[in-house]
């Protein structure tokens, strides 16, 4: 078994993992001319030198580097000199910085890469969807080393088999997503992502994740979401070491150095003991790096203060709400390995309803009221009362900015304490 981790800067980290499977690191700049498949308020945020260091430390430790180029638009600026220029300029400092690898979710980047940079090997991003035997066979020819499978496949056994035996190129599979399955807000949030992790787009607006409302709505009002969701227990990757898979991903890149090793031990010893919403990116005290909030003072195009809000909505624990005792998951994944979910529909199959009701504890009523939160603050995206910007904005008059910079204190100390919206 291969772990790649996401990197969190912690140089930490790289020694707490040693003698583990951990093999490379991936992570990228918060902002860069690409853009990734993480806002960059939420990543921690450091420079081209802070990244150099950190590439260094990885190969002074043996480990491999992969830089993140996995948006999946690059809002049309390879089709002028000025991007192209910006796009080689920063393929040029990733080269030279060491990077062992780049991931990518575009075929013009691997392209461009393969022509331009063939030191560096290419992971294909999972933002680019690779889920059939042939999709995979046309990446492999674009010369492709490595391609990291679609999450939303991960429990489609012959369609996973398929794949490994069309293709030579090495293959990776995420272990910890946490998204909805076949989530119909995806693509609508990676490409957000993408653009609000590209430099020069950030005063343009101020994202504020929709997609990730709903889908945090729709885990909090039916937890079985949860369990459909397409993670791999740590108890369940010989499963797919037996078809052929022996590379996995685990995310993500702004967790703490605490969190990040409790789950590599977890699928080193493959065995987890506790709540199985632990292995996964949900609220949790102390485990996240703080945002950076100073990103949403943005008055020119969003009323701060009900901004701020966010501050409430995401004041809860998800892992406090719902218990979902992984020990009694044994045997879970035994039904996807003969049935396919793809030619039935929930309603009709509802073996995920059966097993929540054996192996979860929840507090309904908070359930309710969070999720109650999280839909108030979603409609004001819809109703347009986000943007409804009272003239105090726009003067800076000084008791709303008072009042503005206490409240996003308080959130911070929230975020701190590794509450992460």
């Not at 902002?31 to 260094?56: C, H, K, M, S």
């Not at 793809?342 to 509802?350: D, G, L, S, V």
């Amino acid at each position: 078994m291969k772990l790649r981790v996401g990197a969190n800067w912690d140089i930490a980290f790289l020694d707490a993992v040693k003698g583990t499977s951990v093999d490379a690191l991936f992570g990228k700049l918060p902002y860069d001319i690409v853009g990734g498949a993480r806002p960059a308020f939420v990543l921690p945020q450091v420079d081209r030198n802070t990244v150099e260091q950190y590439i260094a430390a990885c190969h002074d430790r043996g480990l491999e580097f992969s830089y993140l180029l996995n948006a999946p638009c690059l809002g049309n600026l390879q089709y002028s000199k000025k991007g192209y220029g910006q796009l080689i300029e920063l393929l040029e400092w990733i080269d030279q910085s060491g990077a062992d690898s780049v991931t990518i979710g575009m075929p013009y980047l691997i392209d461009l890469v393969r022509e331009r940079f063939p030191r560096l090997k290419v992971k294909v991003s999972t933002t680019a969807r690779v889920n059939t035997a042939r999709k995979a066979l046309q990446y492999e020819a674009m010369g492709v080393e490595e391609i990291i499978i679609d999450e939303n496949i991960n429990r489609e056994f012959k369609t996973l088999e398929a794949i490994r035996k069309a293709v030579g190129c090495n293959l990776e599979l995420i272990l910890n997503n946490i998204c909805l399955w076949q989530c119909p807000y995806n693509f609508e949030h990676v490409n957000h992502d993408g653009h609000s992790s590209r430099e020069g787009e950030q005063d343009d607006y101020c994202y504020l994740q929709y997609p990730g409302y709903l889908c945090l709505y729709r885990k909090l009002t039916e937890p079985v979401e949860l369990l459909k969701s397409p993670w791999i227990r740590p108890e369940d990757v010989s499963s797919y070491e037996d078809i052929g898979y022996d590379s996995f991903k685990i995310t993500e890149r702004f967790k703490r150095t605490p969190l990040l090793v409790e789950h590599v031990r977890a699928y080193e010893d493959r065995r987890y003991d506790g709540n199985l919403l632990d292995l996964f990116t949900l609220p949790r005290k102390d485990a996240f790096t703080p945002v950076h909030l100073e990103y949403f003072i943005k008055p020119q195009h969003v009323n701060i203060m009900k901004v701020s809000e966010l501050g409430d909505v995401f004041d809860l624990e998800v892992r406090e709400l719902i218990h979902i005792d992984n020990t009694k998951l044994n045997g879970f994944l035994e039904h996807f390995k003969k049935k396919d979910c793809n030619q039935t529909t929930c309603a009709q199959c509802r073996y995920c309803d059966r097993v929540l009701k054996k192996v979860a504890v929840m507090n309904e009523k908070e359930l309710k009221k969070a999720a109650q939160k999280v839909k108030g603050f979603s409609d004001k995206l819809i109703s347009g009362e986000i943007f409804d910007i009272p003239k105090s904005h726009v003067v800076f008059r000084i008791p709303l900015i008072k009042s503005l910079l206490k409240k996003l204190l308080v959130w911070r100390v929230r975020k701190e304490q590794g509450v992460h919206p």
